[in-house]
């Protein structure tokens, strides 16, 4: 879909630009005030209202560069963005996850904040983290919430299964995650229920932890995939527990993550792995005397390392007020700002002193363990490889999902994965 | 074919049929049925057709979090807006083009058949340019405008089925008996023409009120965002969602389209029988 849009993009606007004569836009302020479009992503209420109250806060402190909240949808967020920049009428301040910015960067939609970055905003968040929003050397979006992968797990099975139970100082190591599976699960009963109707990040995201790479960058800059001992821990896991060891739903392959919860609630499932937000759809759809817990997903030969990628605030290229929106992208990721953001979003903070905050670590709901794994969490190790996209869409997902499902053996997915992969990148990288 | 056989077939279609109603009905009844469930029961392991506990909170809340009344009432504003205009455009251009075969007109006929193909991620940089240079960005009128586009060449072809469906010979009576064209066209042809008119503006209007993507990108501020635009925002990244509020805005949002086809379905079904015949 998206080298579609690109493709109709690029033929349409010099139509477009012949047929309309290059109009040039109007971007004078007549009152010598400011205005700013935020375009924020926020969905669920409490997100919204604190987004909202914070641009009210800074109207109030800045009478003259004025926000204007604007309403965006996950949904179709790319395309619109794209429609938007190639239109002249991007928003300035950009909300959108890191791994969505790379085409935008590379574009040159996107301003590289570099030389706009306060000194506070860039060391209060760690380098892992700018990792994710850093493309070609540049800096395109300041990354400000994130979220890791966690095991949900039925304390009351757990519990009384007498199992380890995993803390974020001595998680469980993979092997001995299948085993507990095993241990978890019995009459109508598995011990995990991985929802995987998209495969491939949870398992290159997880991948890490176990020191798989599967991307290799060359000196040449080039990238190309190898799959090594530790690429294939998490699948091979993964495999195993489905088809092996029968403690893993195979009806859950092709879940989305809500999909599972349900079948959670009921006792079909002891451990859903899930992103850290899901938390808030079990606190409000958890039947009465539901009692859950978080666990850190297991750890490997890298500990708990994993991939994410962070929800950012970038700023359009053709915005004139550059500094401006800076200024307010500083304004509220101010730690505690950040704070409140990421409760809303039932997310992680990237700030140190944001993550630091007392109201973070409390074990009610699972903060603790998620505000533990922070340190952890790395850059996805796809976001900046172009072609990505279309490997993972052609190549690695129906691969995964017939090897989970075990339809083909490792030997075939190692095949596709770097023969045909291989094949797929190449073409991006002429 | 005997008796017997003859009844047994017909039994056969009648049961195919109300399969074939079940299957349509399905997600619309499921859509009901979750828009009146407490949360704990959107996430049970063994769901209900009938709520055990309905409730009206997804309502309260799908109302509290969004603009769902302005944001319909745009939807509203857009789409019979787009159906009107669609078939004033449509309906005497369908007259010339099924009266008077011309080159042009097969040319045009062609043309029409051919631009249903173009993808709309193809037309909508262009359609944004255009519009912003008319300064009709973020105004419901331009995207009245591109619904109207949007939904021309169909209702052109549409309509020039119906009008090839009223005998020539009614009009040259009229001319006999002394009316006039116009009057020929006013009381003669166009009450002929009404129920293929209908059908063409609900076609229209549902491509309009249904329609995400344009007024996604067309639309910057809350106040003028339409329904379809307002549902999206109860759902988050990676295919999360508030189920329970989305399913009673969704559900909410269907309703104007059941109630319009409820009141006019059955000028729409003569309507549409008199496109399919062609003397």
Known sequence: MRALVRTAAAAATALALLLTGCGAGDDGEADGKITLRFQSLAWQKESVDINKRLVKEWN????????????????SVHDQLLTSFEGGEAPDIIHDASDDLADFAYGGYLADLRPLLPKGLTDGIPRNSWETATFDGGVYGVPFLQEPRVLIANTKILKASGVRIPTPGQPWSWPEFRQVTKELSGEGRYGVAWPLKEPVSVTLNLGLSAGGELFHRGADGKVTVAM???????????????????????????????????????????????????????????????DWTVLPAPAGRDGLAQGVSPQTLSVAEDSPHKKEAVEFIDFLLKPANMVRLAKGDWMLPTGTEALADPSLHTADRGWATGVALAASLRSAPAQSVRGYPEWKDKVATPALQEYYSGAIDAAELKKRLVTDGNRVLARYQR | ????????????????????????????????????????????????????????????????????????????IAALSAGLIAVLIATPMAYVMARHRTRLSTAATGWVVVSQAFPFVLLIIPLFLVLKNLHLINTLWGLVLVYVVWALPFALWMLVGYVRAVPRELEEAAAVD??????????????????????????????????????????????????????????????????????????????????????????????????????
Not at chain 2, 6 to 34: E, K, N
């Open chain 1, 228 to 290: 090594g001992e530790g690429d294939q821990v998490v699948p091979d896991t993964i495999h195993d527990q489905v088809n092996t060891d029968h403690s893993a739903a195979r009806t859950a392959l092709g879940m989305g993550g809500g999909d599972t919860l349900p079948g959670f609630f009921g006792g079909k499932y002891a451990m859903v792995p899930l992103g850290f937000s899901y938390r808030q759809q079990i606190v409000e759809q958890a039947p009465k005397g539901f």
């Open chain 2, 1 to 76: 074919m005997s008796m017997r056989t003859r009844r047994s077939v017909r039994a056969g279609q009648y049961v195919a049929l109300l399969c074939y109603l079940i299957f349509l009905a399905f997600p619309f009844l499921w859509l009901i049925s979750t828009a009146f469930k407490p949360a704990p029961e959107l996430g049970s392991l063994h769901p209900t057709w009938i709520p055990q506990h309905p409730t009206l909170d997804n309502f309260r809340q799908a109302f509290d979090e969004q603009p769902l009344l302005r944001a319909a009432a745009n939807s509203l």
């Open chain 1, 60 to 75: 109030a402190a800045h009478p003259d560069i004025r926000v204007e909240y604007v309403q965006g949808s996950w949904d």
């Open chain 2, 178 to 279: 002394g009316a006039g064209r116009l009057r020929t066209l006013v009381s003669v042809t166009a009450p002929l023409l009404a129920p293929g008119i209908v059908a063409t503006a609900l076609f229209a209007f549902i491509t309009a009120w249904n329609e995400f993507f344009f007024a996604l990108v067309l639309l910057k501020t809350p106040e003028k965002q339409t329904l379809p635009v307002v549902l999206t925002h109860f759902l988050g990244a990676e295919g999360a969602s508030d189920l329970g509020p989305l399913a009673a805005a969704a559900f909410l949002a269907t309703l104007p389209s059941l109630v319009l086809f409820a009141v006019i379905q059955r000028r729409i079904t003569g309507g549409m029988l008199a496109g399919a015949v062609k003397n």
